[in-house]
């Protein structure tokens, strides 16, 4: 009997086991309704393109059959929540081919805004796209002009910014098979070549946070003469979604690059009914402003190192009934289990404090979180350290008890599931609250 019993106990632990790691066990959605817009990256407009997709399953890729978008670069999809792979080309740009980690998403609607390189034409003795038509130019003899050559000055930059950036380059001949490499720095972001015979060369050009860009040279013309060759990379994409629910006509996302000089312009996100979104530049950091009312926003400080984020701009209403008169809410993020802030909201802190240091008028309230890992009493005790932390920062510039108020939430009010661990992360947090000690 004991022996049967132990046969139903495993059986009833693998279903579970295999039950909780489904999608709908996880309340994630089955399929993704994907959404998108291809555009010119130095105009913004849309542009009719091909698109393709294939499930990122292992390295070697099934494409779809080409999706048309229409004239003005919209197409739409409908896919399971898995990882995929985007393939989209449009006449007169550089292909591109980017990931798109849907498994992620909580939600079933999705909206990526695609921006493309013009191809770069053929030109003498300068490196143009791979997939450039050469109108028969790669026949071209390729014998020595005895006492002639070409110097060029080869300079990788940003295709959106134009800033030089340091890069590696790869240049192959076609007609001796030698393979030379260079690399670039931003303190150096040039070299130069001398080349005396004619001859074509494949060229491979990679930056870090950079798509790799392929492309040809032809050394058609020994003229004795030196050129400059300007190679424009396209950065690696992220793509931000923004859900805000019930928005009205005071609603707004802003975003903006978060440099230590805070000079990146500010701007507002596209809106696609409850969706706002943008497509963001990998591994930078940004500051995203949340704004539901004139007495409401909120902050988020964060990398892009995945290929989507998304963020759900509901708020607790538990928490907005605690604060009479909000002005302002901010969002600092912890480390997995520690009471230390993560580098961009240790910024994010000391930009607070000068602004609460300078203002005398100003309160604080402090409201810790941390995500569902752990029982009760150790959260409740990790977001009270958490709590504790941050007042003593107040403290430490001078800033009295009297004005501070810290509460300890425990996993309280999350402001995303607790799924997977980039959701985990955004509820590792605190919330400060700053508001005029007139209208308390």
């Known amino acids: 009997m004991s022996l049967i019993s132990s046969k139903f106990r495993l059986i009833f632990i693998c279903l579970f086991y295999l039950l909780s790691n489904t999608s709908w066990a996880q309340n994630t959605p089955q399929n993704i309704h994907i959404r998108g817009v291809s555009i010119d990256i130095s105009n913004n407009r849309g542009i009719k393109s091909n698109i393709y997709w294939s499930f990122a399953v292992n390295s070697s890729l099934v494409w779809s059959s080409a999706i048309s978008t229409d004239a003005d670069g919209k197409f739409e999809l409908l896919l399971k929540n898995k990882p995929i792979k985007l393939k989209i080309e449009a006449q007169g740009y550089n292909s591109i081919i980017i990931d798109l980690a849907l498994n992620i998403l909580t939600e079933p609607e999705f909206f990526c805004k695609i921006p493309l390189l013009k191809l770069t034409e053929h030109q003498t003795n300068k490196v143009f796209s791979q997939s450039t038509t050469k109108s028969g130019k790669t026949q071209k003899n390729l014998e020595k002009e005895l006492g002639r050559y070409a110097e060029i000055e080869f300079v990788a930059v940003n295709g959106l910014t134009n800033e030089p950036i340091g890069a590696i380059f790869k240049f192959v001949s076609t007609h001796s098979t030698k393979i030379e490499n260079y690399q670039t720095h931003i303190t150096k972001p040039s070299f130069n070549l001398k080349f005396t015979n004619n001859d074509i060369y494949a060229v491979e050009i990679s930056a870090p946070s950079f798509q790799t860009f392929l492309g040809n040279l032809i050394i058609d013309h020994l003229n004795n003469r030196s050129f400059k060759d300007t190679i424009y990379l396209a950065k690696e994409l992220a793509f931000l979604n923004v859900l805000v629910k019930n928005r009205d006509t005071q ?190």
């Open 251 to 440: 609603t707004g996302v802003f975003i903006s690059k978060n440099t230590s000089n805070n000079t990146s312009a500010i701007h507002k996100l596209s809106v696609n009914d409850n969706l706002y979104y943008e497509t963001l530049e990998k591994n930078e950091w940004y500051k995203l402003q949340i704004v539901r009312s004139i007495n409401d926003t909120v902050n988020h400080v964060f990398q892009a190192t995945e290929s989507i984020h998304t963020f759900d701009a509901e708020i607790s209403p538990q928490v907005i009934n605690s604060i009479v008169d909000e002005n302002k809410k901010t969002i600092l993020y912890f480390e997995l289990g520690d009471f230390r802030l993560k580098p961009e909201s240790q910024i994010l802190l000391k930009q607070i404090i000068a602004q609460a240091k300078s203002q005398n008028h100003l309160f604080i309230d402090i409201y810790a979180y941390t995500d569902n890992v752990g029982d009760y009493h150790t959260n409740m005790y990790l977001s009270e350290i958490r709590a504790m932390f941050i007042k003593n920062a107040f403290y430490a510039e001078g800033i009295t008890d009297k004005r501070i108020k810290c509460t300890a939430m425990g996993s309280k009010n999350p402001i995303t599931n607790n799924n997977d661990e980039l959701s985990r992360s955004q509820n590792r947090r605190v919330e400060i609250f700053i508001y005029n000690s007139q209208k308390k």
